[in-house]
T-cell receptor, first 114, second 112 residues
Framework: AQSVTQPDIHITVSEGASLELRCNYS??????LFWYVQSPGQGLQLLLK??????LVQGIKGFEAEFKRSQSSFNLRKPSVHWSDAAEYFC????????????FGKGTSLLVTP | EAQVTQNPRYLITVTGKKLTVTCSQN?????MSWYRQDPGLGLRQIYY???????DKGDVPEGYKVSRKEKRNFPLILESPSPNQTSLYFC???????????FGPGTRLTVL
């Protein structure tokens, strides 16, 4: 069952602008959540993860994400986007049928314009 | 170097011809997974394994088999491939399901 959803299929931002990619989850218990990035023709790389504790999580490449239980969200943010950030971004979390299976969102494709 | 390797990287085959895609990791990870990636559908988990001899179905297991006889290896078997299994396949491993997954380079499979 789809327990992680990414509402935006494509996002276009100007270089230097701020970025927010949305991720919503539906899971009864406190979930573990991840953001991965996939550059064209590449495998996936972990940006950050939330397991417990601080709800604002810092990741690599200047990304951060905030876990908001009240909104069932784990949105990814970056204050200033670089052209090299153009990629596909995936949110992931536990499958609602099994906490040991993983569910990835369908991805958000980020385009960065000059 | 810590890595997940997959072979082959590219494969074109015909309907019904059994094939195996190998996956191996050298990080002593307990958790391993297979995913398929299709345009517009993201990554969907096919099977996962929590340890040797422990495997379970993900979201799209139909038409696939796996085995985990050794900790490092997690082959994906297509007994009778069909065109709807044409996809990009990724193997991944991690210490556990809550840990960072390390992905292999991918296997692009075409079934004619």
């Amino acid at each position: 069952a789809q327990s992680v959803t990414q509402p935006d299929i494509h996002i276009t931002v100007s270089e230097g602008a701020s970025l927010e990619l949305r991720c919503n989850y539906s899971y009864g218990a406190t979930p573990y959540l991840f953001w991965y990035v996939q550059s064209p023709g590449q495998g996936l790389q972990l940006l950050l993860k939330y397991f417990s504790g601080d709800t604002l999580v810092q990741g690599i490449k200047g990304f951060e994400a905030e876990f908001k239980r009240s909104q069932s969200s784990f949105n990814l943010r970056k204050p200033s986007v670089h052209w090299s950030d153009a990629a596909e971004y995936f949110c992931a979390g536990p499958n609602s049928n099994s906490g040991y299976a993983l569910n990835f969102g369908k991805g958000t494709s980020l385009l960065v314009t000059p | 170097e810590a890595q997940v390797t997959q072979n082959p990287r590219y494969l074109i085959t015909v309907t019904g011809k059994k094939l195996t895609v190998t996956c191996s990791q050298n990080m002593n990870h307990e958790y391993m997974s297979w995913y398929r990636q299709d345009p517009g559908l993201g990554l969907r988990q096919i099977y996962y394994s929590m340890n040797v001899e422990v495997t379970d179905k993900g979201d799209v297991p139909e038409g696939y088999k796996v085995s985990r006889k050794e900790k490092r290896n997690f082959p994906l078997i297509l007994e009778s491939p069909s065109p709807n299994q044409t996809s990009l396949y990724f193997c991944a491993s991690s210490l556990g399901v809550v840990n960072e997954q390390f992905f292999g380079p991918g296997t692009r499979l075409t079934v004619l």
